[in-house]
T-cell receptor, first 110, second 115 residues
Framework: EDQVTQSPEALRLQEGESSSLNCSYT??????LFWYRQDPGKGPEFLFT???AGEEKEKERLKATLTKKESFLHITAPKPEDSATYLC???????????FGTGTRLTVIP | EAGVAQSPRYKIIEKRQSVAFWCNPI?????LYWYQQILGQGPKLLIQ????????DSQLPKDRFSAERLKGVDSTLKIQPAKLEDSAVYLC?????????????FGDGTRLSIL
């Protein structure tokens, strides 16, 4: 059965204090690992898709990396507007839907 | 490009009543998904359509939930009768197709409260 575990559940950072969010997964044949950002009262907003171990993708202050068992979302010099819940999801072989973790709630303090 | 549209944004009903949600996907997106997101959890798939056909409804509580996508565009999700545990945000998402390189794009959801 597909499983996604995100840690930490919540993270408070000072503005400019870099850190990483973790997504550990178990899936039968990974067809894609997805990162989303969700603001309060909004739907998830697509950030990245990673397909194979060693792959990296970047967008502004965010960088996502992938190994065979986990993915990291690195946040460099965060700003208050980066505050949100970050969701990780996987799609396995034979599945068309995404299986989501419970998310990491990030708060960046000015 | 217009995003996924959902209505209503909020709905409050009493248990055992019925409720319906509406979704209009991004133009040209063949695949449509309905997710349930309980507070503090990640979204959980309820049903997935490819055009107007059901691809996966294995997680849909069929004794009370139903969904349709007539003409392969708009979709409605209905709950009848509602239970207290149905309180959640119902998210609609769409993608170009079923391929693994097709990201899903989400609407802002309908927040359902059951009294």
């Amino acid at each position: 059965e597909d499983q996604v575990t995100q840690s930490p559940e919540a993270l408070r950072l000072q503005e400019g204090e870099s850190s990483s969010l973790n997504c550990s997964y178990t899936v039968s044949g990974l067809r894609g690992l997805f990162w989303y950002r969700q603001d309060p009262g909004k739907g998830p907003e697509f950030l990245f898709t990673l397909y194979s171990a060693g792959e990296e993708k970047e967008k502004e202050r965010l960088k996502a990396t992938l190994t065979k068992k986990e993915s990291f979302l690195h946040i460099t010099a965060p700003k208050p507007e980066d505050s949100a819940t970050y969701l990780c999801a996987v799609r396995g072989t034979g599945a068309n839907n995404l299986f989501f973790g419970t998310g990491t709630r990030l708060t960046v303090i000015p | 490009e217009a995003g996924v549209a959902q209505s209503p944004r909020y709905k409050i009903i009493e248990k055992r009543q019925s409720v319906a949600f509406w979704c209009n996907p991004i133009s040209g997106h063949a695949t449509l998904y309905w997710y349930q997101q309980i507070l503090g959890q990640g979204p959980k798939l309820l049903i997935q359509f490819q055009n107007n056909g059901v691809v996966d409804d294995s997680q849909l509580p069929k004794d009370r939930f139903s969904a349709e996508r007539l003409k392969g565009v708009d979709s409605t999700l209905k709950i009848q009768p509602a239970k207290l545990e149905d309180s959640a945000v119902y998210l609609c998402a769409s993608s170009l197709g079923l391929g693994s390189n097709q990201p899903q794009h989400f609407g802002d959801g309908t927040r359902l409260s059951i009294l």
